[in-house]
């Protein structure tokens, strides 16, 4: 054999050991798994737990494997109020939780889940958050403390649920609502006496007389506590806009997976997010149905009492945006997005 050939064959050798150390080391960065511990706010039997545990199925088989999503429920890693700034962290990868919790750390949170007097409903909010730029908003705030906010799901806001029948202002006026937060200063707003109790708590309160109405949930969840075993009159409509849950991750540990995959991501939640508001939509219609046949009776509020409403929360928009700038800016957006919905 000559030089020349034996320098072809050492050549072509040397390139496909090369082109296998290649092809192996691309297989090696294909088949990193990107491992998250999520900590819940909701139990197993909740909505909240449910889209989040089949987003995780479709993530393992759309990733081949590559995104793994292991649940942990309410306190499992950290106290739930926690969970924002120890996802921040790193201490653990993932959160679903209420922004009420962190609003402390950033105040735009909190105003953003579960605006007092917000007429919006579930699909007009989520198409806020989505196509409006309000989850954009968001993200460069909380990525400011290395949270990813990866996704909003919604549900709907607060309702109130009666002893004693309201057909008017002044029968509000003469309850005692439980009620917590922004919800309770709106309602002080418009002469109405509140007390907060444990949400727990609330069967009990309202079945010895110590509450005579609450707002602090949605007719799915007063009926998930069995509070037409205790009250005869659920009212309409809501007294806050929407409730959000937020899907968060650490930024770091997001930023760090393939765009693909971050693509794949983002789509799982998104889908979730939509199974989400049809899971309480269902849930919303079903408590109605079950509630009325219980002898529940559905009471409307008259518009002038929806209007003053709406002028209480308008003024506590207004406290709120003098008090934080970036929820000042927030509910510019959500007032323009009213505007153009025609609200």
Not at 217 to 235: D, F, I, P, R, T
Not at 267 to 291: G, V, Y
Request: contains cysteine; charged residues 20%; aromatic residues 10%.
């Amino acid at each position: 054999m000559t030089t020349k050939s034996k320098n072809n064959g050492t050549n072509l050798l040397t390139a496909v050991l090369c082109l296998i150390f290649v092809m192996g080391l691309a297989a090696t960065v294909q088949a990193k798994t990107y491992r998250f511990t999520c900590q819940n706010v909701n139990a197993m039997e909740h909505p909240g737990w449910k889209v989040i545990a089949q987003m995780a199925d479709d993530l393992k088989i759309m990733s081949e494997g590559q995104i793994l999503i292991d649940q942990v429920g309410p306190g499992g890693l950290v106290k739930s109020p926690q969970t924002f700034e120890t996802t921040g962290s790193g201490a653990i990868d993932m959160a679903i939780t209420y922004g009420a919790y962190h609003g402390g750390i950033v105040p735009v949170a909190a105003t953003s889940f579960a605006l007092p007097g917000d007429p919006r409903d579930m699909w007009e909010t989520l198409n806020f958050y989505y196509d409006e730029g309000g989850l954009d908003f968001l993200r460069e705030q909380y990525a400011k403390h290395g949270v990813y906010y990866a996704g909003a799901m919604v549900w709907p806001g607060y309702a109130m649920f009666s002893r004693k029948k309201v057909e008017s202002l002044d029968d509000i006026q003469n309850l005692k609502v439980r009620a917590a937060g922004t919800m309770a200063t709106m309602l002080h707003r418009m002469g109405v006496s509140t007390t907060f109790i444990p949400f727990a708590e609330i069967y009990v309160a309202m079945s010895r007389g110590a509450i005579d109405a609450t707002v602090s949930g949605s007719h799915a969840e007063n009926y998930l506590q069995n509070l037409q075993e205790v009250g005869k009159y659920m009212v309409v409509p809501d007294f806050s806009g929407v409730q959000t849950l937020e899907v968060l991750v650490n930024k770091a540990k997001f930023d760090s997976m393939p765009k693909h995959l971050q693509v794949m991501f983002e789509t799982a939640i998104r889908k979730s997010s939509l199974d989400f508001t049809r899971a309480f939509m269902q849930m919303e219609k079903r408590a109605e149905t079950d509630m009325l046949n219980a002898g529940v009776e559905k009471v409307v509020l008259p518009q002038s009492t929806v209007d003053e409403i709406k002028k209480a929360a308008d003024e506590i928009w207004d406290e709120v945006s003098e008090k934080d700038e970036f929820s000042a800016r927030y509910i510019q957006m959500i007032r323009k997005n009213l505007k153009d919905l025609g609200y």
